[in-house]
């Protein structure tokens, strides 16, 4: 069964460095995400990508945070300079249509620890 | 976004049926109802998702009431890997198509 795969699967870091996060979505979808769970809180969305532009942030994804899908099967999440409150669960999803049908499918998620 | 009511936790013994309820009042004509779990230390995974009418796939059904403003999912015989947070969504259309998540109910099923 096609699957998402996010790498790398765990992230130590130091506050201010930057982090990239890797996703290879599923081949033939279209539509990309990112989420974030703060230990113990409920899964936040991010971001959605689609026809390679941003088609809806939320308030958590401001200047330090951007997404790209550089090759056609890599989607990446950079956090320019880490605080501690972004360490956090990093979960990447893709779906093949938009709209409010169809399922979206999640990687198993990137841990990141910033100290 | 529109908003879901479900319980905080709910407990269930193995092989029996569970019935996950979700409260959403303010459903508007076009909102889809999802369903997603997330097992511990894993991801969010699709469950089942309907518009009007029941539902019915390999892992759960959808109940639907008849004016939409609630909905249950029914395990029809739990098993320990069901132990999960099960969200339930209202899905607005919009082209990006994104879920937004609430708190879930915290199913945990008993041998």
């Known amino acids: 069964e096609p699957e998402v795969t996010q790498t790398p699967s765990h992230q130590v870091t130091q506050m201010g460095q930057e982090v990239i996060l890797r996703c290879v979505p599923i081949s033939n979808h279209l539509y990309f995400y990112w989420y974030r769970q703060i230990l113990g809180q409920k899964v936040e969305f991010l971001v959605s990508f689609y026809n390679n532009e941003i088609s809806e942030k939320s308030e958590i994804f401001d200047d330090q945070f951007s997404v790209e899908r550089p090759d056609g099967s890599n989607f990446t999440l950079k956090i320019r300079s880490t605080k501690l409150e972004d360490s956090a669960m990093y979960f990447c999803?893709?779906?093949?249509?938009?709209?409010?049908?169809?399922?979206?499918?999640f990687g198993e998620g990137s841990r990141l620890t910033v100290l | 976004d529109a908003k879901t009511t479900q319980p905080n936790s709910m407990e269930s013994n193995e092989e029996e049926p569970v019935h996950l309820p979700c409260n959403h009042s303010t459903i508007s004509g076009t909102d889809y109802i999802h369903w997603y779990r997330q097992l511990p230390s894993q991801g969010p995974e699709y469950v089942i998702h309907?518009?009007?009418s029941n539902v019915n796939n390999r892992m759960a059904s959808l109940a639907i009431a008849e004016d939409r403003k609630s909905s249950t999912l029914i395990l029809h015989r739990a098993t320990l890997r069901d132990a999960a947070v099960y969200y339930c969504i209202l899905r607005e259309y919009n082209q990006g198509g994104k879920l937004i998540f609430g708190q879930g109910t915290e199913l945990s099923v008993k041998p």
């Open positions: 309907g518009l009007t």
């Open positions: 999803a893709s779906g093949g249509r938009g709209g409010n049908t169809g399922e979206l499918f």
